[in-house]
């Protein structure tokens, strides 16, 4: 089993759709929670950075984290094509930036 | 304009040959990391520095080298002895490891064994 268990999709939505992406994970010893936007061919770019439980909203994108139910979620109102890409979670015990274990990451289709 | 950069875009290799991909940062960040991405697959660690002239493994260290002979950069040696190369290769940084900062990502290099 792996630690972190993000559906693969694709998630196909329609323009101007809320859009949920989930990640759960294993490890209660997890901390530290991030959500990177991957477009084809190009490095990962980070979306989201939460510590510990609770939401965290920055314009069009909310961070969620349930440490008790070991799950992760990234919320995307009013979906943009330019939204199309695949999504990875990512997280870390003692701190934000080392050793990051990701999901396998959902890849998202936002259609016109 | 600060950013992490990767070359080749794009490299083909013939088998059992050797070959490295470089990864250079101007952002003036402490620590260095090697991820490798395959198809439907999350990140996998191969190396890290956290400072010049010191590196650990990560998870897939097997068949890879690396240096860190200049904070700036990190170059990733690909070697005969990786059985299964071709992939997406992802270069990392961080401002000071063990920090509450998080990785920022180049653009990757694609490796492709003919």
């Known amino acids: 089993q792996k630690e972190v268990e993000q559906d693969p999709g694709p998630l196909s939505v329609p323009e101007g759709a809320i859009v949920s992406l989930n990640c759960t994970y294993s490890?209660?010893?997890?901390?530290?929670f991030m959500w990177y936007r991957q477009y084809s061919r190009k490095g990962p770019e980070l979306l989201m950075y939460?510590?510990?439980?609770g939401n965290k909203e920055d314009g069009r994108f909310t961070a969620q984290v349930d440490k008790s139910s070991k799950y992760i979620s990234l919320f995307i109102r009013d979906s943009q094509p330019s939204d199309s890409a695949t999504y990875l979670c990512?997280?870390?015990?003692?701190?934000?930036?080392?050793?990051?274990?990701f999901g396998g990451g959902t890849r998202l289709m936002v259609k016109p | 304009d600060g950013g992490i950069t990767q070359s080749p875009k794009y490299l083909f290799r013939k088998e059992g040959q050797n070959v490295t991909l470089s990864c250079e940062q101007n952002?003036?960040?402490?620590?260095m990391y090697w991820y490798r991405q395959d198809p439907g697959q999350g990140l996998r660690l191969i190396y890290y520095?956290?400072?010049?002239?010191?590196?650990q493994k990560g998870d897939i260290a097997e068949g890879y080298s690396v240096s860190r002979e200049k904070k700036e950069s990190f170059p990733l040696t690909v070697t005969s002895a990786q059985k299964n190369p071709t992939a997406f290769y992802l270069c990392?940084?961080?401002?000071?490891?063990?920090?509450?900062?998080?990785?920022?990502f180049g653009p990757g290099t694609r490796l492709t064994v003919l």
């Open positions: 990512a997280m870390s015990y003692n701190n934000a930036g080392n050793m990051l274990t």
């Open positions: 490890n209660s010893a997890f901390q530290y």
């Open positions: 939460t510590y510990s439980s």
């Open positions: 952002l003036n960040h402490d620590a």
């Open positions: 520095s956290q400072i010049v002239n010191d590196f």
């Open positions: 990392a940084s961080i401002r000071e490891a063990g920090r509450q900062d998080t990785q920022y």
